[in-house]
């Protein structure tokens, strides 16, 4: 049982970090745009981007703290 504890928590983590790594790649990308874009149509746009990245961010988030408290449950 601490084997597979370890390789959930392993591979949520590897995930997470993953998940962070191209979040933050992709919200410097849509800031970029944000501040280069000429059209109001365009910065709107990079807006909801950013807007859309942050809460991805923060559903990964809540979906590694929910794995790691159902994997922790199973053992009580």
């Not at 410097?28 to 961010?57: D, L, N, Q, Y």
Request: hydrophobic share 55%; proline share 1%; charged share 15%.
């Amino acid at each position: 049982m601490d084997q597979l504890k370890h390789l959930i928590e392993l591979w949520t983590s590897y995930a997470q970090g993953l998940t962070g790594s191209i979040g933050a790649l992709a919200f410097v990308c849509a800031f970029i745009w944000k501040m280069v874009a000429i059209e109001p149509r365009s910065v709107m746009e990079a807006k909801r981007w950013i807007g859309r990245i942050v809460f991805g961010t923060i559903g990964v988030e809540m979906a590694g703290l929910l794995v790691r408290v159902l994997v922790d449950s199973v053992n009580h």
